[in-house]
């Protein structure tokens, strides 16, 4: 892959002011259990593989053109603001069509910021500066803007059409073909860029625009915090200067924003609409939603936070994972709190799974914790799938037929040859 130099402020990215391309694509859940391993190789090779045939094909020299590609953006960052600043300063939108990426919120958002900006430019038709890409195959009565062009890409390819450009890429024997459709889309991207250059310009927040495609409500995820707030609770601990309040809560050195912005902004990523809270006692276990606990051991060292986190950990479901935070892992104080801490998970039972107990060991760094929240909420979403489709029951639930239909968190009877909500990789 290559990959283009991204500095820390928003403000200075790109280099130049702008760039040829924003690669807009459907982000595949967290599987691999590596730090480092990325969730979409195919479209982080087909990023690769645009960016050098567009240098290729442009008539500056190759060091100034750049194409924005999310996951170059460095740990720890804003990334709304980064995505605010590429798509206001990107001459043309790549997105990769799939049935996932008409699915989900953020592309379409992407998508509407876009085409909202090129309106407010003055631009008569919008569409003349987006370069679609079929990445997988649609379903019939899907028919997005520019997918008759799309198609126009593979013409003289039989595979483009009927299997999508992802299908290309994976298979040895279509490598020529896959070069082909690349350097097509180059050849596009570049004559709009240079006949026709766009002045950066602002486009409007993200989170109040509608995707430009037809969907359904987001499904919420929870993301709880238990952080002590007691006035005293400073004085009990090792604790950097910052707010005790979980909405502000910055434990590790580098944080530009607290971990419940981080958490947030990583569930957004995966098309869940999040809503943060402190951590709570819910009657009904089995009605919660999808969600994480991020739990400062510091929370248990007076009895009225034991109490309330034995009782909100009490049954919890599998689809809710605490998350240890630990601020200062070598203090003797902290390490034993935080095994208390993994005492009362265990008795509650709020430990049956590997990657809740993998998550109560506790991160102890911001790279760590952006590591690890991508899984916990893909596992999340796993866990209450699993449940809603009846693949296990907890011993209060009746016993009936399991769901052979396809769950969804927007839709639990969703028709088995509808569109998913996640593909592996879409």
């Known amino acids: 892959m290559i990959a283009v130099a991204v500095k820390k402020s928003a403000a200075e990215w790109p280099p130049g002011d702008r760039s040829y391309f924003f690669l807009s694509y459907a982000h595949s859940p967290t599987l691999a259990e590596t730090a480092d391993a990325h969730p979409d190789p195919l479209v982080s090779k087909f990023f690769g593989d645009l960016l050098v045939a567009v240098r290729r094909h442009a008539s500056t020299p190759p060091r100034l053109i750049q194409g924005f590609f999310d996951q170059q953006l460095p740990p720890g960052s804003d990334y709304k603001e980064f995505l605010s600043r590429a798509l206001g300063t990107a001459q043309v939108f790549v997105p990769l069509y799939s049935a996932v990426y008409l699915a989900k919120s953020l592309p379409g958002r992407e998508w509407a910021c876009f085409r909202r900006r090129v309106e407010l430019a003055g631009q008569q038709n919008a569409l003349l500066r987006f370069v679609p890409v079929l990445w997988a195959p649609l379903y019939e009565p899907q028919d997005p803007p520019g997918f008759r062009e799309a198609l126009q890409l593979g013409a003289d390819e039989p595979v483009y059409a009927e299997n999508g450009l992802r299908a290309m890429l994976k298979i040895r024997s279509y490598r020529d073909s896959y070069r082909s459709v690349v350097d097509r889309v180059a050849k596009r991207v570049v004559v709009i860029a240079e006949e026709a250059p766009m002045q950066p310009s602002k486009v409007p927040d993200i989170d109040a625009m509608k995707s430009a495609f037809t969907q359904p409500p987001l499904a919420v995820f929870a993301v709880e915090t238990a952080v002590p707030t007691a006035p005293d609770a400073a004085t009990l601990r090792v604790r950097c200067n910052h707010d005790q309040s979980g909405a502000d809560w910055r434990p590790f050195p580098q944080q530009d924003r607290s971990l419940i912005d981080y958490a947030v902004q990583?569930?957004?990523?995966?098309?869940?609409?999040?809503?943060?809270?402190?951590?709570?006692?819910v009657s009904e276990p089995d009605t919660r939603r999808p969600g994480i606990i991020l739990i400062d051991p510091w929370f248990i060292a007076d009895d009225v936070g034991r109490s309330a986190l034995e009782s909100a950990v009490h049954r919890l479901p599998r689809w809710v994972l605490p998350l240890l935070i630990l601020e200062h892992p070598d203090d003797p104080r902290t390490r034993d709190l935080a095994g208390q801490v993994r005492g009362i998970l265990a008795a509650t039972g709020a430990l049956p799974t590997e990657s809740s107990r993998r998550a109560a060991q506790g991160v102890s760094s911001l790279d760590?914790?952006?590591?690890?929240?991508?899984?916990?909420?893909?596992?999340?979403?796993?866990?209450?799938?699993?449940?809603?489709?009846?693949?296990?029951?907890?011993?209060?639930?009746?016993?009936?037929?399991?769901?052979?239909?396809?769950?969804?968190?927007?839709?639990?009877?969703?028709?088995?040859?509808?569109?998913?909500?996640?593909?592996?990789?879409?």
Do not use: C, M, N, W
């Open 266 to 281: 990583v569930a957004e990523r995966f098309d869940f609409q999040a809503r943060a809270d402190e951590i709570k006692t």
């Open 368 to 426: 760590e914790f952006l590591s690890v929240v991508p899984r916990l909420v893909t596992e999340a979403e796993r866990q209450y799938l699993q449940y809603r489709s009846g693949r296990y029951r907890t011993a209060r639930e009746p016993s009936e037929p399991a769901v052979t239909r396809r769950p969804s968190l927007r839709h639990p009877t969703r028709p088995p040859d509808a569109a998913p909500t996640r593909d592996r990789d879409a």
